[in-house]
């Protein structure tokens, strides 16, 4: 097909090229402060927020999903928890890897607690009301820690949390790492807490696996880790993973039918020259349209992480692709809820 751009219409006509190029090349064109790591995206009103791994927590905020600005932390030098370094002596006010849901009227962020080659990990949790720092209201409140490597897990270390929101309202918690693999708990709706102490604890694999994300299609539950080789620049091989399950609590397959119990992954996102490592995910949805929002190990940056975007599709056998297919991956209805607050 062949496109004219006459003078009068050159701006309509490069909004739809730029477009079909995203299209094409699947992430979108992002520009801005994109240096990031372990990103997780949710939206008020009208602004977009990345939360992600740094000082207190690290926030990034953007009106069209493509500028990206940096626009503080959750925690500062101030605010930041006297637990932390209490229950992990190591640490210095650097938080990785959080997850952010809206419930209830509020905002529900939860992070990890741990040092670099120090697998004594916990969770913490804190709230707040709004995301708009201008707000009056603006105010995180921290709730202390949620679950630990004492109570999580035999040999798991307990980091990367992602809370999913069921449609009969139960709350659940999944984390781990290479450790002892990945687990989930059942949480008290009210408190954000652990519903039972200790819990009963989910296995999801029995090694492989960090960075988990749980999303709910029309027919599947779907789950994705990342693995490899991360945080080393153009040396990392990090790539994400999936597998599907038609109950929450697994078993999740791969696209062979063989269990993510047993380690046993497809592929879902993996590195290239440009950008050897991609991973860490996590998912938003809009207007119908699923994301997947992850980092990225740079060439041209010199091998920095940086933020990528990219719309989720669904192929002909009912598998989540960033490759267009011509048909996007539909999340199911009630969870589209938790990404966002209008």
Request: proline residues 4%; hydrophobic residues 35%.
């Amino acid at each position: 097909m062949t496109f004219k751009c006459y003078l009068t219409a050159f701006s309509v006509c490069l909004i739809f090229l730029t477009n079909q190029a995203q299209e094409k090349n699947g992430a979108l064109h992002l520009k801005g402060e994109l240096r990031v790591h372990d990103p997780v995206m949710i939206k008020q009103d009208s602004t977009y927020y990345i939360f992600s791994t740094g000082q207190g927590v690290t926030m990034k905020y953007s009106e069209d999903m493509i500028h990206w600005k940096r626009t503080g932390s959750v925690f500062d030098s101030v605010s930041l928890p006297a637990w932390h370094k209490k229950d992990i002596p190591e640490q210095d006010g650097h938080l990785w890897a959080p997850d952010i849901h809206y419930r209830n009227g509020k905002y529900h962020l939860y992070y990890s607690v741990s040092a670099w080659m120090n697998f004594n990990s916990s969770i913490g949790y804190a709230t707040n009301t709004t995301l708009d720092s201008d707000d009056p209201d603006y105010r995180w409140v921290d709730n202390g820690q949620v679950i630990s490597f004492r109570n999580g897990g035999e040999g798991v270390n307990v980091i990367d949390p992602n809370v999913y929101v069921a449609e009969n309202g139960k709350v659940w918690l999944l984390y781990g790492s290479y450790q002892a693999g990945l687990r989930m708990v059942e949480l008290n709706p009210q408190t954000g807490h652990l519903k039972n102490n200790p819990p009963e604890i989910t296995i999801i694999t029995t090694s492989l696996g960090e960075g988990v994300f749980v999303i709910k299609g029309l027919e599947y539950y779907y789950i994705f880790a990342s693995r490899g080789i991360c945080c080393k620049g153009l040396d990392s091989n990090y790539q994400v993973v999936m597998g599907r399950s038609q109950n929450l609590e697994g078993p999740y397959l791969n696209k062979d039918g063989e269990s993510w119990l047993d380690n046993n992954y497809t592929v879902f996102l993996k590195g290239d020259h440009k950008e050897p490592g991609r991973g860490h995910n996590g998912f938003f949805v809009e207007e119908g349209i699923a994301y997947i929002v992850y980092h990225a190990y740079t060439r041209s940056a010199d091998g920095d992480s940086l933020l990528n975007i990219a719309p989720l599709y669904i192929t002909q056998d009912g598998w989540p692709t960033t490759e267009p297919t011509g048909k996007h991956f539909k999340m199911a209805a009630f969870q589209q809820k938790v990404f966002s607050r209008k």
